[in-house]
């Protein structure tokens, strides 16, 4: 198998200005990650792209300022779409059954494998992109700023741009006895979760993390600083009453 | 841009039962698609692969003897996992904070993802992918059969073979116009709607289901009876318990 663009694929956060994407370029991607799967052929998803530097900048500063979103060529907000399937349903005498958490979840699902294609196709194009999470944490912000009705659900943004200078190297991943079960699911044990977190503990980077927080573990630098319940509480809070009806 | 590869690929539903994946290399697939990006760094997934005919038969029973499953070369059942992430969290002092519905979004999407890396790695190497969204249909049993534990939900299931004869033509797609808003997002009007569907609703294939159905139009095919309300909203009942807490 060769499976080299894979496994040294990297997230990009820093891109040359001097290089920009054309919109037709930009298209033809888009277009090329529109013939990705979908959990029923309803293709469940819309994307809204970002070009005018006001709105980018605008959609950086709601992206709590991070330089991908600010520096980007594109930027493209990943939104779950019942919304059309329904006008569809409404204009041809069937009734949409999927405004229920059932057809979100269809959805959801439709979207990221969509935005991942997306991925997938720019990044063989000498492109680099990087996924922001961060508009989880502002959902009514984006909307409002988008123009997004109910219907749809933003779920994060993908900026986009020619790499400046080199791809970074890749991000640390799991062993693959990590995440593969073989047949049924095989419970970690204390030492299994040693063996597979030690070699990311034991990272530079990981000390460096654990001192900069003032924390005594890694796993204490994610759930306490990067994603604690709070965090995560408010992203259940913004969702919940769009999908859970 | 070169989107070739992407635009040309299709599900493959029939696989070469001469031809067979080693274990070695479908690992070396899995591992290349755990470097597919992730909301967070957590690699919020799990994957069960079920290759011993008889478990394959099994889930195929459970896909509703979807001849996909039944014939694949190995089956993929891809879970989103937070229990993993907990038990690093546990084992460091530290408190996961994702057992709500912020983190089950973050870990479906990260299971989405990874999923997808590893359909197109595996379409790039020339097998041929299905996704099995039945899972849905029938979660508990799904987790039975796998020995699935609390905190980590399956999702959809994924075949993966070389492919039988000819791989089948791409699906058809809405235009690029159905799925994408310059800078914000333009609602569709009825005209709008005819203009998306139409091309879908002219197929040959689209008048073949409509008959097949009893019904007059595709999307009460889709609406009534591929994907009626009452299915979807039982996909809701198995899944909200689990990721609304």
């Known amino acids: 198998m060769n499976t080299e663009f894979f496994t040294r694929r990297a997230t990009v956060r820093a891109y040359d200005k001097e290089k920009e994407l054309t919109d037709a370029e ?33 959609l950086a500063k709601l992206h709590l300022g991070q330089p991908a979103a600010a520096n980007c060529s594109a930027l493209l ?11 569809w349903c409404s204009a041809r005498d069937a009734k949409s059954g999927l405004d ?12 990221a494998i969509f935005g991942q294609q997306f991925v997938t196709a720019a990044e063989m194009n000498g492109l680099g992109c990087c996924y922001l999470g961060s508009l989880s944490y502002n959902v009514d912000g984006f909307k409002e700023a988008l123009g997004i009705p ?45 063996r597979i ?14 001192a900069e927080n003032g924390k ?21 809070a913004a969702i919940s009453p769009i999908i859970n009806k």
């Open 77 to 87: 907000t990943i939104c779950a779409d019942i919304r059309r399937f329904g006008k």
């Open 100 to 111: 229920n958490l059932g057809g979100w979840f269809m959805a959801i699902t439709d979207a």
């Open 26 to 58: 930009l298209e033809s991607l888009i277009y090329a990650a529109s013939h990705a799967p979908t959990l029923g052929n309803m293709q469940l998803y819309s994307v809204v792209v970002s070009r005018e530097p006001e709105a980018v900048a605008r």
């Open 150 to 194: 109910e219907g749809v659900l933003p779920l994060y943004s993908i900026s986009v741009g020619y790499p400046q200078g080199e791809v970074p190297a890749p991000a640390d991943r799991l062993p693959l006895e990590g995440i593969m079960h073989r047949e049924r699911y095989s419970d970690y044990s204390d030492a299994d979760i040693d």
């Open 197 to 210: 977190y030690g070699p990311k503990e034991a990272l530079p980077s990981s000390a460096q993390f654990i």
């Open 216 to 236: 005594e573990t890694l796993a204490q630098v994610f759930a306490d600083v990067r994603y604690p319940e709070s965090l995560i509480k408010s992203i259940a």
